[in-house]
């Protein structure tokens, strides 16, 4: 094994910058660069010395030197941490120095792919800390972490010593066992089994709130010019962001802010008010649009209610229908508004009324953007699924189970039966990783960030 070395701290000044060395030779990596054979920090104490490049009385820097010998370390190797000054300048030099004494610059997640071979932690709280470093929003950071203290392994534990279970008994039927299976051990084990597929299904209803939390949606809002769109955007944000002003055609450009709705992460977007115009850069804002339309998860089409009904406002009714969309209908607080209510044909989507003014429906709005995604209960207690892989490999694990639930009452032979329970186990297995082919764990490994 060799040496891995990485900046474990961004790229850029800061106060402190880490380098992180893992594998057989950090300590003595760390003794050649500080001139000093005889080192060696205890693992609970940090200490302070010079760095100096070698053989030069010259010193890079003065850095606070920690020694975590194998195995009680994150790796399960030896590991050193340096922290430096958070200047690029010396953190770049300090790297180099490892590398001319053999250490070799780390590949995205190697530490944790190092830590999950040496059994520091299973596959599923490796990516739970990619995920936690990712997370965007408190409830995103809050799933990742309840991974990674093993919520997720824990529970599919139950699940696998009850399919072990059932597959010693029924080897052990094969084996010493001339008849059939008697009724009542047939029932049994059917019940057991029904209560593993309950809880794969159970777990896996938890995906579609927990990609929310974890992907985030994308919103745009969309109308003609001056209905409030760029008012609607700065109340979702709580920020005056966008300019917003009496004349029509105020924004030119797509604007993008990130807000969090129930702990989902929302990526919002303002556009240029859509109308036919012949001004160039106008109709550049409108191609933008469209673009920014069709990639939305969801369209938000604002139209002013003070107002009767534009061309332009049934025009863009129409575009937002092909995909997902709500009506946001705005300036609920003009006189006109109540007056034209009753005479306003009713949308065929959810609409909402809405003041951008007084904020009066704003968390209506706030609730409708996430409504056609099933509901999120990011504060509730409940763990949720929030990686297609996970999802994708618990679904099959509870096919495979059912099948030999089904094939157990048509009254198959044992064989047959086992088939199903042990490739249900071999999916779970690679959730957590025992049975993850090298390909995938490469593939999930890619996804990390260097230095972790
Ligand atoms: N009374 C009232 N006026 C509003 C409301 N929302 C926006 N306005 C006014 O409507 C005008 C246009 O608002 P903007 O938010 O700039 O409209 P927009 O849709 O972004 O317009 P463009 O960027 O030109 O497409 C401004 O004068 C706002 O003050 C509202 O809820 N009530
Ligand atoms: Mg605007």
Do not use: W
């Not at 990485?6 to 910058?17: E, M, N, V, Y």
């Not at 089994?193 to 309950?198: A, E, Q, R, Y």
Request: aromatic content about 4%; hydrophobic content about 40%.
């Amino acid at each position: 094994m060799d040496t891995i070395v990485a900046l474990g701290t961004p790229a850029g000044r800061s106060a402190i910058g880490v380098i992180r060395l893992s594998g057989p030779d950090s300590l003595s990596i760390l003794r050649s660069i500080v001139g000093d054979d005889h080192l060696k920090p205890r693992p609970s104490q940090s200490v302070l010395r010079s760095i100096r490049s070698n053989g030069s009385s010259s010193i890079l820097d003065r850095a606070l030197l920690s020694y975590f010998p194998a195995p009680n370390s994150y790796t399960g190797e030896d590991v050193v941490e340096i922290s430096c000054h958070g200047s690029p300048v010396i953190l770049r030099q300090v790297v180099d120095l490892t590398l001319a004494l053999g250490a070799r610059p780390a590949g995205p997640g190697e530490f944790t792919l190092r830590a999950l071979g040496n059994d520091k932690l299973n596959l599923c709280q490796a990516e739970a800390i990619r995920d936690l470093i990712n997370a965007q929003t408190e409830a995103a950071a809050q799933q990742a972490l309840r991974q990674l203290m093993g919520e997720l392994s824990a529970r599919l534990q139950v699940s696998k010593q009850k399919l072990i279970q059932t597959i010693v008994q029924l080897e052990s039927a094969l084996e010493f066992v001339e008849d059939d299976l008697p009724q009542l051990k047939k029932r049994q084990i059917a019940a057991e089994l029904t209560d593993v597929t309950t809880a794969f299904a159970k777990l896996a209803s938890t995906f579609e709130s927990g990609h929310l939390l974890r992907e985030g949606l994308k919103v745009t809002i969309v109308g003609r010019p001056n209905v409030g769109k760029s008012s609607l955007f700065n109340m979702l944000l709580a920020s005056e962001r966008a300019i917003v002003s009496e004349v029509p055609g105020t924004t030119r450009d797509t604007i993008t802010e990130r807000i969090s709705l129930e702990g989902v992460p929302v990526l919002l977007t303002d556009t240029a008010g859509v109308r036919d115009s012949t001004d160039r850069i106008e109709n550049m804002g409108v191609a933008r649009t469209r673009q920014a339309m069709s990639e939305a998860d969801l369209v938000m089409v604002v139209i002013d209610g003070s107002e009767d009904l534009e061309v332009e406002d049934l025009r863009v009714l129409s575009q937002a229908r092909s995909g997902r969309h709500i009506v946001a209908l705005n300036k609920s607080d003009a006189p006109s508004f109540a007056v034209l209510e009753k005479s306003r044909p009713s949308f065929e989507a959810r609409t909402i009324n809405v003041s951008a003014v007084t904020a009066g429906g704003l968390e209506t709005l706030r609730a409708a953007i996430l409504e056609p995604f099933g509901s999120v209960d990011s504060s509730n207690a409940g763990f949720l699924i929030t990686d297609a892989r996970h999802y994708d490999l618990l679904v099959r694990a509870r096919l495979e189970v059912q099948s030999s639930v089904d094939l157990l009452q048509e009254g198959a032979s044992e064989e047959l039966i086992l088939i199903g329970l042990h490739n249900g186990l071999r999916f779970l297995g690679q959730i957590t990783g025992e049975t993850t082919p090298n390909e995938i764990l490469t593939e999930i490994f890619a996804t990390f960030c260097i230095g972790k």
